[in-house]
C-alpha cells in the first residue's frame, strides 16, 4: 500500500464527512464530492471543530478536498468509498459513473448499512476490485470497519484495504462472505430481537432490559468478546446453558409485533419523543452527550 494514499469519498454527510476526517487524519489526500452543495460547503468547518475537540491535529481538515465534480473526485484515486444515501439504485448508478473514470486499479468500496454488496457491485467491469467498508458511527470514534468481501472481490483488494485502514488507526475486520448485517449488525440486532421479545413477554420493562445489559455484560463486552466469553467458562457450560436457554430464546425471523405496534402507534423514538421508553428533549441530549464521552474516554484509552 502507498503510503499516502489518494482517498475519494462519496458522500459528504454524517458518515462520509467522518471517514473522510480520519484518512486525512492519517496523513492522506482526501476529495469529498456530494451533490448538495450545503453538505460540501460546511465539511471542512464541520472536520475542523471535530478534531478541535478530540484533541487532533486542526490542520487535517487542509487534507480535504471538496468537489462538486465527480470527475475531479475520482479521477486519481487510489481507493473510493460511497457513503451517500441507503438507496440501491443510486449507489449502483454512481458506482457505473465512477467506474467510468478510475484506473483499473482502484478499489471501489461501498459504506452501506445493509444493502448486500454484491447487489451494489454486481454490473460493474471490474468486479475484483469491488468490496464493502462498513464504518460505526462516529467514523473517528468507533475503531470497527467491516472489510466485506464478495464471489468477485480479489485477496488483493482485501488485503490492501484492511492494511489501509489499519494504517488509519481503524480495527478493520474481514468479512468473508457478503451475508445480510455482516458481522456487527447480525450480533447486535440478535441481542435486540431478544430485548424487544422480553419486554412483548412482560418478563421487564424497556429499561430494566438495559439496565441488566449495561450493569452485567456490557460492563465487560468492550474487553471480553462472546467466544473468549465461552472458553473462559468453559465450552461445556456454555453447551449446558444453550441446552436449557435456547429453545426459550426468540428465534421468530420477523420483526417482533410489539415493534411494529409502536411504529403503527407513530412511538418512533427520540425522533417522535417515545419509543419504549419515553424521552424527552432534555434525555435525549443527555444519553447523546454521554455516548460520545464514553467513547471518547475508550478512545484516549487506546491511544
Ligand atoms: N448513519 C449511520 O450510523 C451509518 C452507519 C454505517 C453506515 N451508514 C451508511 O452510510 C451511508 C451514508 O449515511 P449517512 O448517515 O452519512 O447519510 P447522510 O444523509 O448524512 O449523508 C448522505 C449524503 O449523501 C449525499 N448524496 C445523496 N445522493 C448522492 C449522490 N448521488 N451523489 C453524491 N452525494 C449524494 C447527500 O447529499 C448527503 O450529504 C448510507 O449508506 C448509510 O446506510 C450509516
Known amino acids: 500500500m502507498a503510503a499516502k494514499a489518494r482517498i475519494a469519498v462519496l458522500g459528504a454527510g454524517l458518515m462520509g464527512h467522518g471517514i473522510a476526517q480520519v484518512f486525512a487524519h492519517a ?6 464530492y456530494d451533490t448538495a452543495a450545503a453538505s ?7 472536520i475542523a471543530a471535530n478534531l478541535r475537540d478530540l484533541g487532533d491535529d486542526e490542520t487535517a481538515a487542509e487534507r480535504v478536498h471538496p468537489c462538486a465534480d465527480l470527475a475531479d473526485t475520482v479521477r486519481d484515486a487510489d481507493f473510493v468509498v460511497e457513503a451517500v444515501s441507503e438507496d440501491l439504485a443510486v449507489k449502483r448508478k454512481l458506482f457505473a459513473e465512477a467506474e467510468s473514470l478510475v484506473r483499473a ?4 468500496a461501498s459504506n452501506t448499512s445493509v444493502i448486500p454488496i454484491t447487489s451494489i457491485m454486481q454490473d460493474l467491469r471490474g468486479r475484483e476490485r469491488a468490496l464493502g467498508t462498513h464504518w460505526w458511527n462516529p467514523p473517528f470514534l468507533v475503531p470497527l ?5 464478495t464471489q468477485w472481490t480479489s485477496p488483493t483488494a482485501i488485503a490492501w484495504t484492511m492494511e489501509l485502514h489499519a494504517a488509519a488507526g481503524k480495527k478493520p475486520a474481514h468479512v468473508k462472505k457478503d451475508v445480510a448485517g455482516f458481522i456487527g449488525n447480525r ?3 440478535a441481542l435486540w430481537r431478544e430485548a424487544i421479545a422480553l419486554v412483548e413477554q412482560g418478563i421487564c420493562d424497556a429499561e430494566t432490559v438495559d439496565t441488566v445489559i449495561k450493569a452485567a455484560f456490557g460492563r465487560r463486552l468492550a474487553v471480553l468478546g462472546p467466544l473468549e466469553n465461552a472458553d473462559l467458562v468453559g465450552t461445556d457450560l456454555t453447551l449446558a446453558i444453550h441446552k436449557t436457554v435456547l429453545p426459550a430464546i426468540d428465534s421468530r425471523p420477523a420483526p417482533s409485533p410489539y415493534l411494529e405496534g409502536l411504529v403503527a402507534d407513530g412511538k418512533l423514538g427520540f425522533k417522535s419523543g ?3 421508553r419515553k424521552w424527552s428533549p432534555q434525555a435525549q441530549a443527555a444519553l447523546r452527550a454521554k455516548v460520545v464521552q464514553h467513547l471518547k474516554k475508550a478512545r484516549a484509552s487506546d491511544a
Open 27 to 32: 496523513g492522506h489526500g482526501v476529495r469529498i
Open 40 to 46: 460540501l460547503d460546511q465539511v471542512r468547518t464541520r
Open 105 to 108: 486499479d482502484t478499489i471501489l
Open 145 to 149: 470497519v467491516e472489510v466485506i468481501g
Open 187 to 189: 450480533l447486535q440486532h
Open 274 to 276: 417515545e419509543g419504549f
